[in-house]
């Protein structure tokens, strides 16, 4: 698969992407910070460096709109001038992302537009809300979890409002480093079930 749609998340053992009460001015709710204490290790030559090195040279950012906002909108620029397409189910013509942002409210037509700006680099994906909407519409094709050995007890599950479809992975890529294990799942598609 040359330009896959893939998300990457650091999560809790017990699905957790952020602590409790995550908002503004606490973007990773309380002690949601752990889960990124890998990150220590993103300039390294081991594992952590590498995922985060492939999770740069991705060619555009498909983003929620709750993590786009907490984030500060990323002041338009995520990493290298990439396109950012913000997944939203409103737009107002008020409202203009900075940067190399736009909002889009159709999951297929967002996929389609972060493929043909990334060409033949991979799109990042971030938040839970994104992840969820392009698992539902079949869009999302990889999952990069870092998973953390920490259980958070509280706060915003990754895939809590999915629903009850069944989705099957395959691991392809286990990389384990300092306080994480990067996990790399393929997304199988309905008709690839056995």
Do not use: K
Request: hydrophobic residues 35%.
């Amino acid at each position: 698969m040359n330009d896959p749609i893939r998300l990457y998340m650091s999560m809790s053992l017990d699905g957790y992407i952020a602590g409790p009460d995550d908002r503004p001015g606490q973007e990773l709710g309380r002690d949601g910070g752990r889960l990124f204490n890998w990150l220590d290790d993103r300039h390294s030559d081991g594992p952590s460096g590498q995922v985060y090195r492939e999770a740069l040279a991705s060619g555009a950012l498909i983003s929620g709109r709750r993590t786009f906002e907490l984030a500060g909108r990323w002041q338009g620029d995520h990493h290298d001038g990439v396109p950012i397409f913000v997944l939203t189910h409103h737009v107002d013509d008020r409202d203009v992302p900075p940067g190399h942002a736009c909002f889009v409210t159709d999951v297929e037509d967002c996929a389609r537009q972060a493929r043909a700006a990334a060409g033949d680099r991979p799109v990042m994906v971030h938040g839970a809300g994104a992840a969820q909407a392009l698992l539902r519409a079949g869009q999302l094709d990889e999952m990069e979890i870092h998973l953390v050995p920490v259980l958070l007890g509280a706060g915003r599950r990754l895939f809590e409002h999915l629903g009850s479809d069944h989705i099957e992975l395959d691991l392809v890529r286990r990389l384990e480093d300092r306080d994480v294990t990067h996990l790399r799942y393929r997304v199988r598609r309905p008709e690839e079930a056995a």
